[in-house]
């Protein structure tokens, strides 16, 4: 069994892609609603639950696979969203903004995107020959709670500074994807 700071040290560090991208969703959405709120929390630590198991089953050869092209994925997934957001907020006064990143397409491609790391983590624990399930639980727990603590700070922000902060949720997402690659590439 791995000691419990450390699981909390995992879970935190993969937590913090699913904070960054709820400040940057929930400053691009506005006002959020209890429903949206429990949606984006609820499947980012659901992911974050899930990836891990997943790469703990897995085994070496299907995260061989994944790990050449992971972190491509992740960076365009949240490029794409961060273009598009960083568009929509260029054309505010022409119509208001009603994407909601709660909901399809967008909520799993975010909850993809922010817990790739997860599978690694979920392979790494395999390898260590380490019971995967109470780590898992944590991992998912700590990473709906960071989301919820990253919606409240982004909803924040978008009533302070009004849409204008969609720009830099948008930005965010690039940026978080570029900070994956780099990191995947070495240079971090």
Request: hydrophobic share 60%.
């Amino acid at each position: 069994m791995m000691n419990f700071f450390i699981i909390i040290s995992i879970a935190l560090a993969l937590a913090v892609d699913a904070f960054a991208v709820a400040v940057a969703c929930a400053a691009y959405s506005g006002k959020l609603t209890a429903r949206q709120k429990f949606r984006l929390s609820f499947h980012f630590g659901l992911f974050q639950f899930l990836m891990p198991l997943l790469g703990w089953i897995a085994g070496s050869n299907l995260v061989k696979l994944i790990a050449d092209y992971d972190h491509w994925l992740a960076f365009a997934i949240l490029n794409l969203i961060g273009v598009k957001m960083m568009i929509d907020a260029r054309h505010v006064q022409l119509a208001p903004l009603s994407r909601d990143f709660t909901r399809g397409f967008s909520l799993v491609s975010l909850s993809i995107a922010t817990s790739i790391d997860a599978l690694a983590v979920g392979f790494s624990i395999g390898i260590m020959k380490t019971e995967i399930l109470f780590p898992a639980i944590i991992i998912g727990l700590v990473a709906a709670i960071m989301t919820l603590i990253g919606i409240k700070i982004g909803v924040f922000l978008s009533a302070r500074f009004g849409q204008k902060i969609s720009m830099i949720g948008g930005l965010i997402l690039i940026f978080i994807g570029i900070r994956i690659v780099l990191e995947h590439l070495g240079y971090l």
